[in-house]
Each structure stands twice: as C-alpha cells, then as structure tokens.
C-alpha cells in the first residue's frame, strides 16, 4: 500500500553494487534515496566497460532504468558525499536515515611509490579508463597516448587499455609489464581475444625463451605456452603487443620532463605456499616507452569521510572477512549502527559486475536484521525527510539531478548519436549536460 509504514535508506553511489543494493531493499518495501557522484548512474558499468561493448553496456543500462523507475527508489545525482563534497558522511547519518549502505566504489589511486609516477604521460588507468569513456572531468583533460606505451599489470584492465591503446590511438607497440610471469597473469582469455589481432607471437615466443630458466627453476614449463601458439603466425601490421615479463617497476625515466622509458628490477619467482611471489634480482634495465600506464588496481577514495586504512574502509572484524560489510567506529572498537559498504568500496577492484551484484545483494541481508529491529515510520514521514535532504543538497548550491532529468539527458544522446551516426554519444562535460537540462 503506498502509504504503508516503511524503512527509510541512503544508497550512496549508483554504480552496480549500489543499484542492485537498491534493487534488493526496494523489493523488501524499503523507501530508498540513491546519491551519485556523477551526473548520470551506471558508475563502471556506464564509465568503465569497453569502448564497444555495446551489448553489454546496453542489457545492464535496461535493468539500471527498471531499478531507477521504482516508485519507491529517487535518484539524485550529482551529488558527492565527503569530506569536501555536498554533503559530509556525518551531515548525511545526521537526517535521520534507518540505515546507509556506502556503494563508492574504488576510486582512490594506487600509487607505487616509485620515482616519475606523477610526470606527463604518466597515467593510474582509472583515469585513462574514465577518460575514454567521457565521465567528466576526465573527459575534458587530455590523455595524449605516444607511439610506444608501458602498461604495467597483466589483468582485465591493461586488456582494455592495450585494446584502447592499438586500436583507438596511434601507438606502434604496446608492451605489458608483470612482475611475475605468464603462469600468474590474471586476465580472461575471452577478454584477450580483444586484441589477439596486435599479439605478437614471435616476440612472445622470445620472451619466454628468454625467462625459461627463471621459469624451469620455479617448476614452471614454458613448453605448453609456446606450443599453443599458432605456428607461422604474421606478425601484426599496425601495432603490436608484446609482453615482458619477471620485471618489476622501479622508476619513470624522463628527459628533459618527457617519458623516455620504465627501469624494472628483474626479479625471479618463489614459491610462498600456495603463491609465487616475485623477488628482486637486483639487475635492472629499461624498457624504451613514451607513455607508462600503470593498470594495478585502485583503492578506496580515503577522503570519502568513511574510516580507512591502508586502501580499505574499515569494517567490523568478522570470523569470517567475507562477511565484513558493517562500517567500524575506531574510536568505540565497534559496529557504526546502520552503517554498511558493499561492492568494490567493501573490496577495491574486486571482479566483474556480476561480483559488484552478488556482493550488494549479500550485504543487504545483513541489512535486513538491523532494519527489523527498527520500527518503521509512515510513508509521509519518510518523505519529510527525503524533502529536508534535497533542501539541504538546493542551501549548500547543490545542482542536483534527478532520474526523469537523467532520462531527458539519455534522450538527447540518443539523438545525438541517430544525427551523428555513430553507436553511442555522451556529452563530454557536466556544464553541457547541466545546461541541456536547464528549463
Ligand atoms: C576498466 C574496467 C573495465 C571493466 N569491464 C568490465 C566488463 O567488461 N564486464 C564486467 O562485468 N565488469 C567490468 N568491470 C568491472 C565492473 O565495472 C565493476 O565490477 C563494478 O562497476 C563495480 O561496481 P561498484 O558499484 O562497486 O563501483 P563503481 O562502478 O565504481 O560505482 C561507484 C559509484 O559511486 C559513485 N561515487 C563515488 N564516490 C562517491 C561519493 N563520494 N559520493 C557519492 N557517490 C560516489 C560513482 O559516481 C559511481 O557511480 C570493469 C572495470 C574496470 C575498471
């Protein structure tokens, strides 16, 4: 019944985990406020996912409207809570919610530590990523790509860069730096077949020649690697991608403030238990680039105004750290009541959507026995609060925006990319989208 009593709920962030947390409480008769960073929701499904992956990006856009179209759910985006941000996690726990679930997501940059990392042509692959997907303001600032790019990490995301790299931009070779060898990479061989067109096989035959011993000394066989590579294969015509591997970063080399080339250590791997670790051999070398990207993952944003250490928000110990979704007071040693983070702001870059989804939806059941110890409130009342939120966001000069907004906006774009016959068209910037929706 539309005014039967109800628990009221801040989602803050619309990427994945955040909607189907939003999905999952909506669906127990939850009334939920859904705060967003960006203008328009989707997070790395909508700023992340592939350049091209169409498909992909367009089934998860239909399920986000179904959530966003829920009478109980409003979307406000352009909102940013934080430290600096519209609104601070205190002012927030302070309007009277039942519960916040924290959805943020990684946003955060891991850094190395080495030397060169902040020059120019220097990128944290989140950046990159945004940029090439136009989330503003990533989307206004260049990112010029050189002819010869370093992308140090061998996961999912340095497959996207190097696709972005050899078959949007005008690199001559694209070289992906692991500080361990082929055995650990961690990409998916669906997601590398995205760019097998670039992948050298000669070179990577030479390259694991090159580290066999290192290779045989840790009980590793090169042997199967090579034999599955196609005999006689044409080396790529436009860019190509090698590997190099067992070689850990130690500095950016520039000359005169430009990129010239990535000193790594050579290191040999150790067996650790169940792991292989890379260990430094001490013998260094540089490998000749113009452009490094470092694709290693990211950490949680630490001025978000969550408790945080070391890349993570804290979160109550629990026997099991799976199930550490509760945000910790440090200073009561404690559980903060009603507090909850889900998705990669509970575990940075942690899996694909389909992870985000699962993990959102297993935090909401912890959710649920704290919301059921709480009385619930009329319907009137719950947006009494709602409306004293959105007031607060108008005081502080907030310009925030709405779903039906968001939908205006998606229409536009459409149109834009009918007129301009091409797939997809985003306004490249919030001060365009913003004044598209001015009345
Ligand atoms: C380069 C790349 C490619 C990927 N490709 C794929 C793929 O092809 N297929 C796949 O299944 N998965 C892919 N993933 C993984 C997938 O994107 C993630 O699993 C998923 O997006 C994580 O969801 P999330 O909601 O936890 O975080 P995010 O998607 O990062 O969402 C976080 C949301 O929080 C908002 N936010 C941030 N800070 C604040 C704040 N302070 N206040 C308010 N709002 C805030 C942001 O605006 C954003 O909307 C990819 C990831 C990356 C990095």
Request: aromatic share 8%; net charge neutral; glycine share 10%.
């Amino acid at each position: 019944m539309a005014d039967d009593p109800l628990h009221l709920v801040a989602v803050i962030g619309a990427g994945p985990a955040g909607l189907f947390a939003t999905r999952a409480l909506a669906a127990q008769g939850c009334r939920v406020v859904l705060l967003n960073r960006d203008i328009k929701p989707g997070g790395l499904a909508e700023y992340g996912i592939f350049l091209n992956k169409y498909k992909m990006k367009g089934g998860l856009r239909r399920q986000f409207q179904k959530i966003l179209s829920d009478p109980l759910v409003t979307y406000l985006g352009h909102v940013t809570i934080a430290e600096r941000g519209d609104l601070t996690v205190a002012d927030l726990g302070a309007l009277g919610f039942d519960a916040l679930v924290y959805a943020i997501g990684a946003q955060g940059t891991k850094y190395l530590g080495i030397e060169g990392e902040r020059l120019p042509g220097v990128y944290h692959a989140k950046d990159l990523v945004y940029h090439y997907n136009r989330l503003p303001p990533f989307s206004e600032q260049p990112y010029p790509m050189g002819k010869r790019v370093a992308i140090v990490g061998v996961g999912n995301v340095m497959v996207d860069i190097a696709n972005y790299c050899v078959h949007f931009c005008d690199c001559d070779e694209v070289v992906a730096v692991a500080r361990r060898g082929p055995f650990e990479k961690a990409y998916d061989d669906r997601e590398f077949e995205d760019i097998e067109d670039a992948f050298d096989h000669a070179l990577y035959r030479e390259e694991l020649e090159r580290i066999r011993p290192r290779l045989e000394a840790a009980g590793q066989n090169p042997a199967e690697l090579i034999a599955a590579l196609a005999p006689g294969t044409e080396p790529p015509t436009r860019a190509r991608l090698r590997f190099r591997f067992l070689a850990s970063p130690r500095r950016v080399v520039a000359e005169g403030g430009r990129v010239v080339g990535l000193e790594v250590e050579e290191t040999r791997l150790e067996r650790k238990g169940d792991r292989i670790a890379a260990v430094g051999t001490g013998q260094t070398s540089v490998i000749a680039c113009d452009t490094v990207v470092f694709a290693v993952g990211d950490r949680v944003d630490e001025h978000a105004g969550l408790p945080y250490k070391d890349g993570l928000y804290l979160t109550v110990p629990a026997d099991d750290p799976a199930a550490a979704y509760q945000v910790l007071d440090p200073a009561a040693g404690k559980a903060q009541p009603g507090v909850y983070v889900v998705g990669w702001a509970r575990r940075a870059s942690d899996g694909v959507v389909g992870r985000a989804r699962l993990d959102a939806e297993t935090g909401v059941k912890h959710v649920q026995p704290y919301l059921a110890e709480r009385p619930k409130r009329p319907r009137a009342e719950a947006e009494r609060v709602v409306e004293r939120l959105r007031q607060t966001l108008t005081a502080r000069g907030a310009v925030v925006v709405d779903y039906p907004a968001v939908q205006r906006l998606e229409a536009a774009e459409k149109a834009r990319a009918a007129a301009e016959k091409v797939e997809e068209f985003k306004f490249a910037s919030d001060r365009e989208m913003l004044d598209l929706l001015r009345p």
